[in-house]
C-alpha cells in the first residue's frame, strides 16, 4: 500500500538554528500536507501543497513539493522555543481519498 | 463554531468491553475521518467516510466500526476492547478532497484498555 516515510525521527537543535524535515513518498502523490502537533496536543494543520516544484513560505517556515510529486520538506529557519514539537507530512495518492501520515519528526529547541 | 468535539476525554476499559468514542463537527464538512496515534507509530487512518451513509476502512480498521447517519456526527464502536487498542483516537473533519483541505483534528480521547 501507500506509503509516506520522514527523517528524521528525532531532531535537537540550538534555538536559532535551521531545522529540516522530509517526506518521501513510494508513489507519486495529489497533494501533500503538514502538520504540527504540540506536546500532549492535538495536530494543527500548517498548509497544503498540490502542484509539482511547488514552494509556499509562512513566515520562517518553507515548504516544498517535489518535481515528481513524490517527496517534500519543510525548513524552518532560526527556530524558536516555540517552534518545538512533531511535524507531519501527509499525503494523499491521486484518486485516493486516503490520507497517510508519515510518522513525524520530533523536533526539540535548546534555549 | 465549536470545531470538532470528542468525548470522552479519556476512558479506560477492560478486555472485551465495548465503547462508543463520539465525534462531531458543526463545520458543515463531508469529510471525516479516525485516527490512532501510537508512540512512534504516527497518525494511522483507522475508517473514513466522504459523506453521510457513506464510509470506508483506512489502514488500521480491524477491531472498529464506524457508522455517519447524519453529516455532523461519526462515531467509532470498539466491538470488545483488546490491549493492543490503548492509544490515542484523534477525529478529524475537513471540505472534500479536490478543494483546499484544512484538516481539523478533535482534542482526541485517551483509551486504556487493561
Known amino acids: 500500500g501507500q506509503q509516506v516515510m520522514q527523517i528524521p525521527q528525532y531532531q535537537h537543535v540550538q534555538e536559532g538554528e535551521d531545522f529540516t524535515t522530509y517526506c518521501n513518498s513510494s508513489t507519486t502523490l495529489s497533494n501533500i500536507q503538514w502538520y504540527k502537533q504540540r506536546p500532549g496536543g492535538h495536530p494543527v494543520f500548517l498548509i497544503q501543497?498540490?502542484?509539482?516544484?511547488e514552494v509556499k513560505k509562512q513566515k520562517r517556515l518553507t515548504f516544498q513539493f517535489g518535481e515528481a510529486k513524490k517527496n517534500s520538506s519543510l525548513h524552518i529557519t532560526a527556530t524558536q522555543t516555540t517552534d518545538v514539537g512533531t511535524y507531519f507530512c501527509?499525503?494523499?495518492?491521486?484518486?485516493?481519498?486516503?490520507?497517510?501520515f508519515g510518522k513525524g519528526t520530533k523536533l526539540t529547541v535548546n534555549p | 463554531n465549536a470545531g470538532v468535539t470528542q468525548t470522552p476525554k479519556f476512558q479506560v476499559l477492560k478486555t472485551g468491553q465495548s465503547m462508543t468514542l463520539q465525534c462531531a463537527q458543526d463545520m458543515n464538512h463531508e469529510y471525516m475521518s479516525w485516527y490512532r496515534q501510537d508512540p512512534g507509530m504516527g497518525l494511522r487512518l483507522i475508517h473514513y467516510s466522504v459523506g453521510a451513509g457513506i464510509t470506508d476502512q483506512g489502514e488500521v480498521p480491524n477491531g472498529y466500526n464506524v457508522s455517519r447517519s447524519t453529516t455532523e456526527d461519526f462515531p467509532l464502536r470498539l466491538l470488545s476492547a483488546a490491549p493492543s487498542q490503548t492509544s490515542v483516537y484523534f477525529c478529524?473533519?475537513?471540505?472534500?478532497?479536490?478543494?483546499?483541505?484544512?484538516?481539523?483534528f478533535g482534542p482526541g480521547t485517551r483509551l486504556l484498555v487493561l
Open positions: 478529524a473533519s475537513s471540505y472534500s478532497t479536490g478543494r483546499q483541505e484544512t484538516q481539523y
Open positions: 501543497l498540490v502542484k509539482s516544484g
Open positions: 501527509a499525503g494523499r495518492k491521486g484518486g485516493s481519498e486516503k490520507l497517510v
